[in-house]
């Protein structure tokens, strides 16, 4: 038995008709339940109980047993002051509070059907990819497209608080913090930590002094990257570089990190960090104040065509430095510039937007992931095999969400799909 259950069953008042008793044998009317507290204190604050006839406001509690409530310390705890009742599945010990007032309590188990812990623990102790799975077919699809709604600006809500923090770490500017985000979303899953390295050692507005000249703006981002350590290259291009780096690190008394950070293997080459660096730098050089742009585009079509960069010629024919190859474009694809907008134009246009107190720009975030197709990785996969397949990006996001922080943790029953399955199984 968990807590989870009990506060489901408080929440909701799912208990039978009749009339309640606390285990004192005063009668027990539910007016209000209170609103549900994520944070310490007590469970549920602002309740409405009448207890013997007698109306009582305050707050209310909630363990598997009652001594918990000692267990937990709650008795020498003034938060614990003005609690009105004490919700409990097994009533094995009479409570005080900090007063030695004893709290009233209300024994639940001989109030529910049984029928609805029996689904719960179906759900619960499941051991399939995720606990629903068995009944997840019987969920009416109007709920689960709303909770998936709900899911997706949570999900960018999560991400506030990352955005913020650096927003906050780069002197409040946008521009600075935009290229953060997007620098590390250019080295995608496997190389994010060095391209976000990358970019906190290379200061955009550093980049932005020389923006005109593409081979500078390469020597800066191929030096800092470490990727110019090279005594010495067979080709002129990266020896300019290197010759062009040298200057501009004492200039800016810059700070190279290893080169040994980034990964080339099990990649294909149009992803190696190199190539990825070269179009990040192309991406610096044709565009002037990006975000601005970023911000007062609306469509995936115009955002799109920021992001249509070609390398510089060098790259035509290498992957790396001293090493050509068949000559081909080393653009950025459609699912690559799909990826960008989604995990990083999305969300920080809708931060911007709740913090610029611009809602607009917040639907506008909402409204491009949706007109995108949902990206292609192991767990929307193993969605779309248990009956649930995103339509857009903004689903997807949704069900990333909604596997990380309610289904592997098993919060089913702060789930909108699993409260809706386990009071469906219920009620035949």
Avoid at 144 to 157: F, Y
Avoid at 388 to 406: D, F, R, S, T, V
């Amino acid at each position: 038995m968990k807590e989870d259950f009990i506060h489901f069953l408080w929440k909701y008042k799912l208990f039978t008709p009749g009339q309640l008793m606390t285990t004192k044998g005063q009668t027990l009317e539910i007016v209000q339940t209170g609103s549900g507290n994520q944070h310490a204190g007590p469970d549920f604050s602002a309740a409405q109980l009448k207890i013997d006839g007698t109306l009582w406001a305050g707050n209310v509690e909630i363990h598997v047993n009652s001594s918990d409530w000692f267990r937990h310390g709650h008795q020498d705890d003034d938060a614990y002051g003005n609690i009105i009742l004490h919700v409990v599945m097994n009533h094995d010990k009479e409570i005080t509070d900090k007063s030695d007032n004893e709290v009233p309590v209300f024994e639940v188990k001989k109030y529910f059907d049984a029928a609805l812990f029996y689904k719960y623990e179906q759900i619960i102790n499941s051991r399939a990819w995720i606990p629903c799975e068995k009944f997840l077919q019987e969920a009416d699809n109007f709920i689960v497209v709303n909770w998936l709604n709900r899911l997706l600006v949570e999900r960018l809500e999560n991400k506030t608080g990352e955005i913020l923090k650096f927003y906050k770490y780069f002197d409040n500017s946008w521009e600075q913090t935009f290229y953060y985000f997007l620098a590390r979303n250019f080295g995608f899953k496997v190389n994010a930590s060095p391209f976000a390295l990358l970019a906190q050692n290379t200061p955009y507005k550093i980049l932005a002094r020389h923006k005109n000249d593409l081979t500078q703006i390469e020597a800066l981002l191929f030096g800092q990257a470490g990727l110019l350590n090279e005594a010495s290259f067979k080709d002129a291009y990266p020896s300019l570089l290197k010759r062009e780096y040298d200057f501009l690190r004492h200039k800016y008394e810059l700070k190279p990190m290893e080169g040994s950070l980034w990964k080339f293997g099990k990649l294909r080459p149009p992803n190696f960090p190199t190539i990825r660096i070269a179009q990040f730098a192309r991406l610096i050089h044709v565009s002037e104040n990006l975000f601005r742009k970023i911000t007062d585009k609306t469509s995936v079509k115009d955002i799109s065509s920021l992001f249509h960069v070609q390398c510089s010629p060098y790259w035509d024919n290498h992957y790396r430095f001293d090493k050509s190859s068949e000559k081909k474009d080393k653009n950025l694809g459609k699912a690559a510039i799909e990826n960008i907008i989604i995990n990083t134009i999305v969300p920080l246009k809708f931060v911007y937007g709740s913090e610029s107190m611009r809602p607009e720009i917040k639907d506008q975030a909402i409204n491009l992931i949706t007109e995108l197709p949902a990206e292609k990785n192991t767990i929307i996969n193993q969605w779309i095999k248990t009956g649930i397949k995103p339509q857009n990006a903004g689903e997807g996001q949704a069900l990333l969400e909604l596997k990380k922080y309610y289904c592997t943790p098993k919060k089913c029953l702060q789930c909108a799909i699993g409260h809706h399955l386990v009071r469906k199984k219920n009620d035949g």
